[in-house]
């Protein structure tokens, strides 16, 4: 019997799923239920189910944060989704995470439900049996496949490898007498959304996949099909037919559809058409990677052909240095302009997606240095601000982006959490109350040789950044508050005391007297002396 679970937080579902089938009769135990993710990952825990229906949208913990977490701990469990009509990019979310099946909850009928439950039983049958009778056969499958990735990785080492020949007999094509051939490199998209909701991968997928690419090529090809590395195919062609690009492109496009309607396997596909496997293959490995690269402008889901690539220009000069760039920025952010700033970026991650003259890698390597001001203001403000998962260190996040438009997505997303945890911050009472200790500092100690140093580092915050803040939130600069408080300190003394206004200038901090009177007639439109006279 294998054992089945049921979350949703609406008990008439529970009850109506739990009650519209004889699960007995089809080989599964009720298990039990949850009406919510956080519980239903503990009570998968506690039971390891088989199989799991489970609604999408739920308190505490959704859907596709369970469907995530749960394949993490336990990548075999089967998942079928409990659906609403407008939950379609939810639905296509949880299909590409791995999920099995799915149905929509207003068309639900016990039929349907029966129909997934036995074509599921049909699969952990299967894999049972695999895993018992069928043991030896699998395992000859995989060794077959682990001889042949070993060959290819030693072919594409180095370019002065020699092809070990003891080691061929598993290879579908001859490499030595292979004067017409093709490589695809067939990869994995993840994009920026996706990178946000990871998941680990059945110990079958990698197979399966290699099995689909190499069904679907040999229609036309003799081919071997090889993982290079995690999430990257590689698949050596014969072109006895000598076909041209049109035919390729055409398999390139099956492929794409197959693994995506099959797997929900999204992959871009580099191919380079190249002659005399053996004097060229490690070139044309080569050639075929820089041809991936441009996946960085065309977008998920592209075919690349090398022959038809433009050459990337490589001189960057007409682009401002990122120095330049990054002052300009950390002006913006220091003055609370996010939005002028967040502009700065967004042209330059435009025009390079207009022109397509950045080298991907040399880009990847440019726009941390742009990006840098903005986690420099998190930082800043860090100690302050509520604890976001969302702004953490960005040079990382950017080298595991794949598109240029990921890129553009990701920063959209990353400055925004920035601005928001600032602006929530600048609103909250304790920037007033920092605001008051500021102003009582330097009401207590106006007669000292005080600057904007001083100030900032008494409330923890930078120079630039708490000036400016100070001037935002107060009407008038630090340097203004500070001599308008002297200014007011030394009417009331020329009013009340005797004191020659020499004294009175060095008395409330000013180091020289002719200042102290430029700046005392600038604010009373009269002179300290006229001032002192009014009073007689």
Request: proline share 2%.
């Given at each position: 019997?294998?054992?089945?679970?049921?979350?949703?937080?609406?008990?008439?579902?529970?009850?109506?799923?739990?009650?519209?089938?004889?699960?007995?009769?089809?080989?599964?135990?009720?298990?039990?239920?949850?009406?919510?993710?956080?519980?239903?990952?503990?009570?998968?825990?506690?039971?390891?189910?088989?199989?799991?229906?489970?609604?999408?949208?739920?308190?505490?913990?959704?859907?596709?944060?369970?469907?995530?977490?749960?394949?993490?701990?336990?990548?075999?469990?089967?998942?079928?989704?409990?659906?609403?009509?407008?939950?379609?990019?939810?639905?296509?979310?949880?299909?590409?995470?791995?999920?099995?099946?799915?149905?929509?909850?207003?068309?639900?009928?016990?039929?349907?439900?029966?129909?997934?439950?036995?074509?599921?039983?049909?699969?952990?049958?299967?894999?049972?049996?695999?895993?018992?009778?069928?043991?030896?056969?699998?395992?000859?499958?995989?060794?077959?496949?682990?001889?042949?990735?070993?060959?290819?990785?030693?072919?594409?080492?180095?370019?002065?490898?020699?092809?070990?020949?003891?080691?061929?007999?598993?290879?579908?094509?001859?490499?030595q007498n292979c004067e017409n051939a093709f490589i695809l490199l067939i990869a994995k998209d993840?994009?920026?959304?996706?990178?946000?909701?990871?998941?680990?991968?059945?110990?079958?997928?990698?197979?399966?996949?290699?099995?689909?690419?190499?069904?679907?090529?040999?229609?036309?090809?003799?081919?071997?099909?090889?993982?290079?590395?995690?999430?990257?195919?590689?698949?050596?062609?014969?072109?006895?037919?000598?076909?041209?690009?049109?035919?390729?492109?055409?398999?390139?496009?099956?492929?794409?559809?197959?693994?995506?309607?099959?797997?929900?396997?999204?992959?871009?596909?580099?191919?380079?058409?190249?002659?005399?496997?053996?004097?060229?293959?490690?070139?044309?490995?080569?050639?075929?990677?820089?041809?991936?690269?441009?996946?960085?402008?065309?977008?998920h889901q592209s075919i690349i052909f090398y022959d038809e690539l433009m050459e990337l220009s490589?001189?960057?000069?007409?682009?401002?240095?990122?120095?330049?760039?990054?002052?300009?920025?950390?002006?913006k952010l220091e003055y609370f302009e996010f939005q002028d700033a967040k502009q700065i970026v967004?042209?330059?991650?435009?025009?390079?997606?207009?022109?397509?003259?950045?080298?991907?890698?040399?880009?990847?390597?440019?726009?941390?240095?742009?990006?840098?001001?903005?986690?420099?203001?998190?930082?800043?403000?860090?100690?302050?601000?509520?604890?976001?998962?969302?702004?953490?260190?960005?040079?990382?996040?950017?080298?595991?982006?794949?598109?240029?438009?990921?890129?553009?997505?990701?920063?959209?997303?990353?400055?925004?959490?920035?601005?928001?945890?600032?602006?929530?911050?600048?609103?909250?009472?304790?920037?007033?109350?920092?605001?008051?200790?500021?102003?009582?500092?330097?009401?207590?100690?106006?007669?000292?040789?005080?600057?904007?140093?001083?100030?900032?580092?008494?409330?923890?915050?930078?120079?630039?950044?708490?000036?400016?803040?100070?001037?935002?939130?107060?009407?008038?600069?630090?340097?203004?508050?500070?001599?308008?408080?002297?200014?007011?300190?030394?009417?009331?003394?020329?009013?009340?005391?005797?004191?020659?206004?020499?004294?009175?200038?060095?008395?409330?901090?000013?180091?020289?007297?002719?200042?102290?009177?430029?700046?005392?007639?600038?604010?009373?439109?009269?002179?300290?002396?006229?001032?002192?006279?009014?009073?007689?």
């Amino acid at each position: 019997m294998y054992k089945v679970l049921i979350i949703d937080d609406e008990m008439i579902i529970r009850i109506g799923l739990k009650s519209s089938v004889d699960w007995e009769s089809l080989g599964y135990v009720y298990a039990g239920e949850a009406v919510n993710g956080e519980d239903a990952l503990e009570l998968c825990r506690n039971v390891k189910p088989d199989i799991v229906l489970t609604d999408i949208k739920m308190p505490k913990m959704d859907g596709i944060e369970f469907i995530t977490a749960l394949l993490k701990e336990q990548p075999d469990v089967k998942i079928v989704v409990l659906s609403c009509v407008d939950d379609f990019d939810k639905l296509q979310q949880a299909l590409r995470l791995g999920v099995k099946d799915y149905f929509l909850k207003l068309s639900f009928s016990p039929e349907q439900l029966v129909a997934i439950l036995k074509k599921i039983k049909g699969e952990l049958d299967l894999n049972s049996k695999n895993k018992t009778g069928d043991f030896k056969k699998l395992s000859s499958i995989r060794d077959d496949a682990i001889v042949k990735e070993n060959f290819y990785k030693n072919l594409i080492a180095t370019q002065f490898n020699k092809i070990p020949l003891s080691d061929n007999s598993k290879i579908s094509i001859n490499p030595q007498n292979c004067e017409n051939a093709f490589i695809l490199l067939i990869a994995k998209d993840q994009s920026y959304e996706e990178q946000k909701v990871k998941v680990a991968e059945s110990s079958t997928q990698k197979f399966s996949i290699i099995s689909l690419i190499t069904e679907i090529l040999s229609k036309e090809f003799e081919c071997d099909v090889v993982e290079i590395e995690t999430d990257l195919f590689m698949a050596v062609c014969e072109n006895s037919k000598d076909y041209k690009f049109d035919k390729i492109y055409v398999n390139a496009i099956e492929l794409q559809n197959n693994l995506m309607r099959i797997m929900y396997y999204s992959v871009s596909v580099a191919v380079n058409l190249y002659s005399n496997c053996i004097d060229n293959f490690y070139s044309a490995y080569q050639q075929c990677l820089v041809a991936l690269q441009q996946k960085f402008y065309e977008g998920h889901q592209s075919i690349i052909f090398y022959d038809e690539l433009m050459e990337l220009s490589k001189d960057n000069t007409n682009y401002i240095s990122s120095n330049i760039i990054e002052g300009r920025i950390q002006n913006k952010l220091e003055y609370f302009e996010f939005q002028d700033a967040k502009q700065i970026v967004l042209q330059i991650i435009d025009s390079a997606i207009e022109n397509k003259n950045w080298n991907p890698s040399e880009f990847k390597r440019y726009f941390p240095e742009i990006v840098a001001p903005w986690y420099r203001a998190y930082k800043h403000f860090n100690n302050n601000l509520t604890s976001d998962k969302n702004v953490i260190n960005p040079y990382k996040q950017i080298d595991f982006l794949e598109t240029i438009v990921d890129i553009r997505q990701w920063f959209d997303d990353y400055s925004q959490s920035i601005e928001t945890l600032v602006k929530e911050y600048l609103k909250s009472s304790k920037v007033r109350t920092e605001l008051e200790l500021a102003k009582k500092y330097i009401n207590d100690n106006y007669n000292s040789d005080i600057n904007i140093n001083d100030v900032a580092k008494l409330v923890g915050f930078n120079s630039s950044y708490f000036s400016h803040l100070f001037k935002k939130e107060m009407g008038e600069g630090i340097s203004d508050y500070l001599t308008n408080v002297r200014l007011s300190r030394a009417f009331k003394l020329l009013r009340e005391t005797l004191y020659s206004v020499n004294q009175i200038s060095e008395m409330v901090g000013f180091n020289d007297v002719a200042y102290f009177r430029k700046q005392f007639r600038k604010h009373y439109s009269k002179s300290p002396s006229e001032c002192r006279n009014d009073i007689s």
